[in-house]
């Protein structure tokens, strides 16, 4: 059974920094391209970033660019997002997601999300 | 950058068709995909690549797209399917999703 566990959510204040995890099983993390999607309360999805499967490519939504930091260790089965210079605006859940087999597939398994907070 | 739009709300009476809908540019001639998400709870895939539904999804799920618009129908809408649907395309590389559409079954 596919599992993604994120961690390392909390409350911080505005220009801090964060580093969300996301532990995976089930399945050859290292063959997966791996993204991070938020919502903020009350609102709907938002793409954050993406990440291949080898971790020698990424891409970032506007809005973190320069900011944040996806990464992967295809040993230890985990992603991460550096986060930076955060701002209340961040403040959402914070999902990883799996792609399908294929790049460019829809994202077939969600973890349960962690919340960051941004707040003084 | 590409956009999806979705109308905010939908109702639809129990036993009943339910159709969202999710217009983007030349939305066709992309693959769109759906997903459910109950309050609380993290998103589920519920079709892909246009009309595909994974494993474990109801028959009554069903999904087209053509033109400029992309459509989820559940037929026999029952109220477990109350929930919040989002629609989701690739746009250079990156994913977009759609604002989202809360169903109400009432």
């Known amino acids: 059974e596919v599992q993604l566990v994120e961690s390392g959510g909390g409350l911080v204040q505005p220009g801090g920094s964060l580093r969300l995890s996301c532990a995976a099983s089930g399945f050859t993390f290292s063959s997966y391209w791996m993204q991070w999607v938020r919502q903020a309360p009350g609102k709907g999805l938002v793409w954050v970033s993406r990440?291949?499967?080898?971790?020698?490519?990424?891409t970032y939504a506007d809005s973190v660019k320069g900011r944040f930091t996806i990464s992967r260790d295809n040993a230890k089965n985990t992603l991460y997002l550096q986060m930076n210079s955060l701002r209340a605006e961040d403040t959402a859940v914070y999902y990883c997601?799996?792609?399908?087999?294929?790049?460019?597939?829809?994202?077939?398994?969600w973890g349960q999300g962690t919340l960051v907070t941004v707040s003084s | 950058s590409y956009e999806l739009t979705q109308p905010p709300s939908v109702s639809v009476s129990p036993g009943q068709t339910a159709s969202i809908t999710c217009s983007g540019d030349?939305?066709?001639?992309?693959?769109a995909c759906w997903y459910q998400q109950n309050p609380g709870q993290s998103p589920v895939l519920v079709i892909y690549q246009d009309t595909k539904r994974p494993s474990g999804i109801p028959e009554r799920f069903s999904g087209s797209n053509s033109g400029n618009t992309a459509t989820l129908t559940i037929s026999g809408t029952q109220a477990m399917d109350e929930a919040d649907y989002y629609c989701?395309?690739?746009?250079?590389?990156?994913?977009?999703f759609g604002g989202g559409t809360k169903l109400t079954v009432l």
């Open positions: 997601a799996r792609e399908g087999a294929v790049a460019g597939s829809p994202l077939d398994s």
């Open positions: 030349k939305l066709g001639d992309k693959y």
């Open positions: 989701q395309a690739w746009d250079s590389g990156t994913v977009v």
């Open positions: 990440i291949n499967s080898d971790g020698s490519s990424t």
